[in-house]
């Protein structure tokens, strides 16, 4: 069965640069979550979408965006990276009908900092 | 707001005895709760949810949980553990939100199987 894809695996950044985070849900989910593990935490919400539309927004710092297209991927945006941005960056997708749906992470994206 | 809290950061069994991590709720309404357990260095995967039917729910790898409502507990057991239990456990609420729905995580609780 066809799994949440994210892209890059791991990405190296020194500060102050940018980075892309890309992260394609299962076929025919609507609802694209993203969330932020920093080392030995639990993963905290970032940013969610719901049929291209952001539906809520957590803990995003200002330097980071996020969007998802129309073909229901969805691309985090990261700028003047800083060292604290250091983490793993999980990407979850889910049908978001009515109803409580389990969300479904992707393997995430390590991204370091330096 | 809903949260959870895993009353136990490291549990330590020995390989073949049961295996219990704690989990309490705190929400306005009947909640959504999960389970979900991260290998090392690996994504997160669902073991098992609860979403107001039965009590007890069965997960993957033999592991099932409890819903007590009375108690606002929703612990993970397991009879026998297996090395490859060996992993950090997540016990989560989902939070609506307009037309989804977010994740609020516990700290985690970090599992060792001793052979």
């Known amino acids: 069965a066809a799994g949440v894809i994210q892209s890059p695996r791991h990405l190296i950044k020194e500060k102050r640069e940018t980075a892309t985070l890309k992260c394609y849900p299962i076929p025919r989910h609507d609802t694209v979550y993203w969330y932020q593990q920093g080392p030995g935490q639990d993963p905290q919400f970032l940013i969610s979408?719901?049929?291209?539309?952001?539906?809520d927004k957590g803990s995003i710092p200002d330097r980071f965006s996020a969007q998802q297209f129309s073909d229901y991927h969805s691309e985090l945006n990261m700028s003047s990276l800083e060292l604290g941005d250091s983490a793993l960056y999980f990407c979850?997708?889910?049908?978001?009908?009515?109803?409580?749906?389990?969300?479904?992470f992707g393997p995430g994206t390590r991204l370091t900092v330096t | 707001a809903q949260s959870v809290t895993q009353l136990d950061s490291h549990v330590s069994v020995s390989e073949g005895t049961p295996v219990l991590l704690r989990c309490n709720y705190s929400s306005s309404y009947s909640p959504s709760l999960f389970w979900y357990v991260q290998h090392p260095n690996k994504g997160l995967q669902l073991l098992l949810k609860y979403t107001s039917a039965a009590t007890l729910v069965k997960g993957i790898n033999g592991f099932e949980a409890e819903f007590k409502k009375s108690e606002t507990s929703f612990h993970l057991t397991k009879p026998s553990a297996h090395m490859s239990d060996a992993a950090e456990y997540f016990c989560?609420?989902?939070?609506?939100?307009?037309?989804?729905?977010?994740?609020?995580f516990g700290k985690g609780t970090k599992l060792t199987v001793n052979p």
């Open positions: 989560v609420v989902s939070e609506a939100l307009g037309g989804s729905e977010k994740l609020v």
């Open positions: 979408f719901y049929e291209k539309m952001q539906s």
């Open positions: 979850a997708s889910s049908p978001g009908l009515a109803g409580i749906h389990e969300q479904y």
